[in-house]
């Protein structure tokens, strides 16, 4: 099994990452290109199409993308647009943007200017959780629905919404449960493998991914996982990271065994409620509810969360990584590493380049802060919880 393994955790691989879209076309079927978490999958699945969350080319050159964006902006935009320019996606049928941050709406402008896909739509997404943004979303969930349901020329029933949307709660208990055996002292998963097996459940159909995850998991339940270190253990948080190669390097200092990303844990956290009468409802109250990206205002609830898993996991410190020039997950910074500190959390922040690279600074930067957990560490680790009020 553990080749079977291997194909999953390689499955968002820049020689993988596309074979599935390709099946799909190969049936006539649309492909859907997204850019956010927020967007719910669940619509796109209900109308016969595959979405599929762009990963931008994992090169270090983006001459191409330079000459739209300058290079002191977001690498994630700057390297999505570069693979939209080198064809790499030219199989997409059409894209879906959601406003999470500035770059995001100015990379949404250049695709718009160069006509890239004959569908482009764009969703708004609330900077806060309430009421109010609840009934707003799920109003941008119904003008999602007309714009596929015009594109396709498909109808997505009540029926089709609530069947997808139980494929997809299965694939969150699954992936749920793949992540709770990362809390043991020696977990099954390296938090390479672990990203790499979210980052495939992204660009695979869910009824195919359910299937291997679900013979994958006795596997895991046994697997003797061999790792060149089990201490510290760490959490790290960042968004818009979809390279496992950058948590294999962290790895080979200390054990990553859990995750707060938009790619990891954020994913598939928080089912949909099925039984709620109007499934549109509850589906747009699950993609706002979740503690989100920095762009969302209520940071208490992802320390909150963050607070809970250290207790859970075991965690013995917190490595950001922050895109550079990416100012939203720059300025929630501050407020986590505080907030850590306060409960006695070692924490430290590194900006990161969106593909591999500066590994030697990394490298002893990273080192030097386990190097400072060893001296400190404390069994046992208790946090104050009365620092998130």
């Not at 939209?84 to 500035?102: H, K, P, T, W, Y």
């Not at 997404?125 to 009934?135: E, R």
């Not at 895991?220 to 790290?236: G, S, T, V």
């Amino acid at each position: 099994m553990e080749h079977k393994l291997k194909e999953l955790a390689e499955g968002n691989s820049e020689i993988n990452r596309t074979k599935w879209a390709m099946e799909w076309k190969k049936q006539g079927k649309k492909v859907i290109g997204i850019m956010s978490s927020y967007v719910p999958e669940e619509v796109i699945s209900a109308a016969g199409m595959l979405p599929w969350r762009i990963t931008g080319t994992w090169q270090e050159n983006t001459k191409l993308a330079r000459v739209y964006r300058p290079e002191s902006s977001c690498a994630y935009c700057n390297h999505v647009l570069e693979s939209f320019l080198q064809g790499e996606l030219d199989f997409l049928d059409g894209i879906i943007v959601a406003d999470i941050d500035q770059d995001l709406l100015r990379l949404w402008d250049v695709l718009d200017y160069l006509k890239a896909k004959p569908f482009c739509h764009f969703m708004h997404i609330p900077f806060v959780d309430s009421n109010l943004s609840y009934q707003f979303y799920t109003g941008e969930v119904r003008r999602l629905i007309k714009s596929l349901e015009a594109f396709g020329e498909v109808k997505i029933t009540e029926e089709s919404l609530r069947s997808s949307t139980e494929i997809y709660n299965k694939m969150r208990k699954l992936l749920s449960h793949a992540y709770e055996l990362r809390k043991r002292e020696t977990p099954p998963l390296s938090g390479a493998e672990a990203l790499g097996i979210t980052t495939a459940a992204q660009v695979m159909p869910k009824e195919q991914f359910n299937r291997d995850l679900e013979i994958l998991l006795p596997y895991l339940e046994n697997r003797k996982a061999n790792f060149k270190q089990i201490h510290p253990r760490l959490l790290i948080s960042s968004d818009t990271l979809d390279n496992p190669a950058y948590l294999s390097l962290i790895e080979e200092y200390c054990l990553v065994c859990m995750d707060d990303m938009d790619t990891g844990s954020r994913y598939f956290m928080q089912n949909v409620d099925t039984k709620q009468e109007n499934i549109v409802d509850a589906l747009a109250k699950r993609y706002i509810s979740r503690h989100g990206g920095p762009r969302t205002v209520h940071w208490d609830k992802q320390i909150e969360q963050i607070l809970q898993w250290v207790n859970d996991y075991r965690i013995e410190g917190m490595l950001s990584l922050p895109l550079a020039w990416c100012y939203p997950q720059q300025f929630r910074i501050p407020y986590l590493s505080r907030k850590l500190e306060e409960a006695g959390i070692p924490n430290i922040s590194f900006d990161r380049e969106y593909h591999l690279a500066n590994t030697g600074q990394l490298k002893t930067r990273i080192g030097a802060f386990v190097e400072m957990i060893n001296t400190k560490r404390i069994p046992g680790l208790k946090i104050n919880s009365e620092v998130t009020k």
